[in-house]
């Protein structure tokens, strides 16, 4: 199956700094990649979708200015978490799809933030 | 609006099957996935249905009837390592995944 990979896979951090977190599709090119957040606990929650070289399309809720999302190329997204504070504490995890229909997203490995 | 309803907890012995429920409410149907998350992992692919019926891999099984909004997923011949959470995850008709809250499944030996 396709690979996607997440980096880094652990950060902690203090809190009003800002925070980047890579996406990459390893061996194909992701028409879409999504970005998911996830509490302990919880499922899964949507919190953008982004396509190569257009702006992200964000869930409502969800602050773009906070939560930037960069997806330059067809194999790499990045999220930057702004001026981090203690409730963006979560696990961060990104997926890539391809193709028309996207049936089958790939899952990264997640990121797991906490912010002191 | 659009909803996903599985059971939150369910626990089953070692060796046994268990089927996990999934009910749905959504704005279009282009499939329903099952994934299976191990705690502080990213979820895995297990199933895919868009038609109606039964799909079988191995273990698991994936049932799926669109009139009633109703699949399921059969794990059988249960192994410690099931013990996991079960998300089901619905793509509507914009393509996006409508995730329910995952299943708890503990398994005993």
């Known amino acids: 199956g396709a690979v996607v990979s997440q980096h880094p896979s652990r950060v902690i951090c203090k809190s009003g700094t800002s925070v980047k977190i890579e996406c990459r599709s390893l061996?194909?090119?992701?028409?879409?990649m999504f970005w998911y957040r996830q509490f302990p606990k919880q499922s899964l929650m949507l919190m953008a979708t982004?396509?190569?070289?257009?702006?992200?399309?964000?869930e409502q809720g969800v602050e773009k200015d906070k939560f930037l999302i960069n997806h330059a190329s067809l194999t790499l997204s990045t999220l930057t978490v702004t001026s981090a504070h203690p409730e963006d504490s979560s696990f961060y995890i990104c997926?890539?799809?391809?193709?028309?229909?996207?049936?089958?997203?790939?899952f990264g490995p997640g990121t797991r933030l906490l912010v002191l | 609006g659009q909803n996903i309803d599985q059971p939150t907890e369910m626990t089953a012995t070692e060796g046994a099957i268990v089927q996990i429920n999934c009910t749905y409410q959504t704005s279009g149907f282009n499939g329903l996935f099952w994934y299976q998350q191990h705690a502080g992992e990213a979820p895995t692919f297990l199933s895919y249905n868009v038609l109606d019926g039964l799909e079988e891999k191995g273990r698991f099984s994936s049932f799926l009837s669109r009139s009633k909004g109703y699949s399921y997923l059969l794990l059988k011949e249960l192994q410690m390592k099931d013990s996991a959470s079960y998300l089901c995850?619905?793509?509507?008709?914009?393509?996006?995944?409508?995730w329910g809250a995952g299943t708890k499944l503990i398994i005993k030996p």
């Open positions: 995850a619905v793509m509507d008709s914009n393509y996006q995944l409508i």
């Open positions: 061996d194909f090119q992701a028409t879409t």
């Open positions: 997926s890539a799809g391809f193709g028309l229909a996207l049936e089958t997203q790939y």
């Open positions: 982004s396509n190569e070289g257009s702006k992200a399309t964000y």
